[in-house]
């Protein structure tokens, strides 16, 4: 339970005191400054605490968002503030400063707020409002005038229409959110979780992949609609959090954790389905794995470099902003990179009228596409801008580079090189690496190249990745490693490596975006144990090419299971120990609205 302290006598015929208990908040009132002190420190520590003026007047949604979102320490909109533990000292000391200053035993909400604002090492959230009306009138008229403007205003269509994401893709915007804004508010009021939404979301694409691993025609039908219906409960969980501001760390993580989860199920569904009409397309399942991961990746690393540079314009960027005044080019630029809402009906109709074979190729070329558009674009704007990248930034690529213990020792022997030349020796070691795997297959060739690669990747972070092109070095990475084990399977050619493959790569993509979503929550990255424990990005790659030098193609298949499962056990224990655990304690509530992934 939330506590209200309303300030001052409710006015005659105010809903006031309704619209706060409405909201969760146990309504006291306080007689004057020196009363709403003493009802403050009656209030347990740990629970949420509101100021209100008594004669507010606003939208119940006006207030939802000034005193329930739970992403903020303190938040103010005009004539209420309020705070949670950490900054309840903050708001102690403002409530004695004005029953100090006040004069005629009368709390001036204004004055607490600024002094809250003052008191507080961070910002004091002020949520925009837009039409929304939240004012404390000074007078009869004004307030007969306040009333009138919330009575001509619907702030119910206002809350519905604002818990559609902002920013998101044609196909979502147009086809889904329309009708699943409606599903999320009927899920709030029957007073379902975000969470409760994103676990039915996986549930069913996880059915929906064992539809189209049938391998039948209806099977395939299925998979798709299920498909379709998994994204619209996926748009809803995201919808019902921002309808009822039930934001959490777990729920952050969980959503974007499964999105990965139930796409990456659907292609391995796919390519057993095919596998059943015989056709053998976990190559190109785990390519379109490998692409898709590879281009979140360039999005991370991109966004991360550039999350608080300074000096961070460009013209590339600038020619963006204009385009962005142009609608239709807004809507083109967004489809072309293949979004989550585009990609997904993309598949779910070819699933449904082809093949998996189809489907897959379908998808590597879009994939493909959107990667180069976007690839492109940003190594654009990073030559053409003069960024001076922070330490947080540097700090942040190298926990996405994933360096294991080889490089960490070898960063540490070897004579470094020139920083601009980073990015370069990151590219000639990942194209030396995949182009071996790919020429040579297993032997011993392919362990030397490994090695190099091994040496180039220490050099590529032995320094503060702070260059304008730095960025590139994680995604470099990520392609090296998982391209070498794609390839490494598939010339085996034996039954089962690539499932096997897919396997691996799948668990080490976990943590790769677990490593993200860690960074985005200001939780910092996975402990070094854990990336010592797995081998870091180069130990792996060299690993599994001595293993396939080693190995008869069947045994070096139970070794890449093998491989997989040590690692899926090893990141997922502890991911899932580490966000709970975050959870239980109270961690900040997160929702990142994010890129159109």
Request: include cysteine; hydrophobic fraction near 50%.
């Amino acid at each position: 339970m939330s506590t209200a302290i309303l300030t001052g006598q409710p006015v005659p015929g105010s809903s006031l005191e309704g619209d706060l208990r409405s909201l969760g908040f146990d309504v006291r009132v306080a007689s004057d400054a020196a009363d709403a002190e003493t009802l403050l420190s009656a209030v347990p520590a740990d629970e949420r605490v509101a100021v209100v003026d008594a004669r507010f007047v606003g939208h119940v949604h006006a207030l939802r968002l000034g005193l329930t979102d739970p992403r903020f320490e303190a938040a103010a909109i005009p004539g209420a503030v309020t705070v949670r533990r950490a900054a309840r000292p903050a708001l102690d000391r403002a409530l004695r400063t004005a029953a100090g200053d006040a004069s005629n035993g009368s709390v001036v909400v204004g004055i607490v707020a600024d002094r809250v604002a003052e008191l507080l090492d961070a910002e004091l959230h002020r949520p925009e409002l837009g039409e929304l009306v939240a004012e404390v009138p000074r007078d009869p008229q004004a307030r007969n005038e306040a009333r009138q403007a919330v009575a001509a205003l619907d702030d119910e269509a206002i809350r519905l229409r604002t818990a559609v994401k902002s920013r998101d893709g044609f196909f979502t915007t147009y086809c889904i959110s329309p009708y699943s804004r409606y599903l999320a508010r009927w899920c709030a009021r029957r007073g379902l979780t975000p969470n409760q939404v994103t676990t039915a979301s996986l549930l069913t694409a996880l059915i929906a992949a064992g539809c189209a691993a049938t391998g039948t025609r209806a099977g395939f039908v299925a998979a798709g609609l299920l498909l379709l219906f998994s994204f619209v409960l996926d748009c809803t969980d995201g919808q019902l959090a921002r309808y009822s501001l039930q934001y959490s760390t777990l729920g952050a993580w969980l959503d974007a954790t499964f999105d990965r989860a139930k796409e990456y199920a659907y292609y391995a569904g796919l390519a057993l389905g095919a596998a059943r009409g015989g056709d053998d397309v976990w190559a190109l399942a785990l390519g379109a794995m490998v692409l898709q991961t590879c281009r979140h990746v360039v999005d991370f690393s991109f966004n991360e470099a550039n999350h608080d540079a300074t000096a961070n314009t460009s013209p590339t960027a600038a020619l963006s902003g204009r385009l962005d005044s142009v609608g239709w080019t807004v809507w083109v630029r967004r489809m072309i990179v293949l979004p989550i809402g585009e990609r997904w009906a993309m598949i779910a109709l070819l699933t449904a009228v082809t093949t998996p074979r189809i489907t897959f190729y379908a998808l590597l070329i879009g994939c493909a596409f959107a990667a180069t558009y976007t690839t492109a674009g940003r190594v654009l704007r990073s030559l053409t801008r003069k960024a001076q990248r922070t330490d947080r930034a540097a700090q942040a690529l190298a926990d996405l580079a994933d360096s294991g213990p080889l490089a960490e020792l070898l960063a540490r022997v070897l004579p470094r090189g020139p920083r601009a030349l980073a990015p370069l020796f990151a590219l000639a070691g990942a194209v030396a690496m995949m182009l071996a795997a790919w020429i040579d297959g297993p032997g011993w060739s392919v362990v030397i190249c490994a090695a190099a690669y091994v040496l180039v990747s220490s050099e590529a972070v032995a320094q503060p990745l702070k260059g304008a092109l730095d960025w590139l070095i994680p995604p470099l990475f990520r392609a090296a490693e998982y391209v070498t084990v794609l390839v490494l399977a598939a010339k085996a050619e034996v039954n089962g490596a690539l499932p096997a493959a897919f396997g691996l790569v799948g668990a080490v993509a976990y943590h790769h975006y677990d490593t993200v979503y860690r960074i985005r929550g200001d939780a910092g990255a996975p402990p070094n144990w854990l990336v010592r424990a797995i081998g870091g990005h180069e130990g792996r790659t060299l690993l599994v090419t001595v293993l396939a030098a080693l190995l008869a193609p069947t045994d070096f298949k139970v070794a890449l299971t093998a491989l997989a499962v040590a690692v899926a056990i090893v990141v997922l224990v502890e991911s899932i120990r580490f966000w709970v655990t975050a959870h239980t304690r109270g961690a900040p509530a997160v929702h990142d609205e994010g890129e159109p992934a």
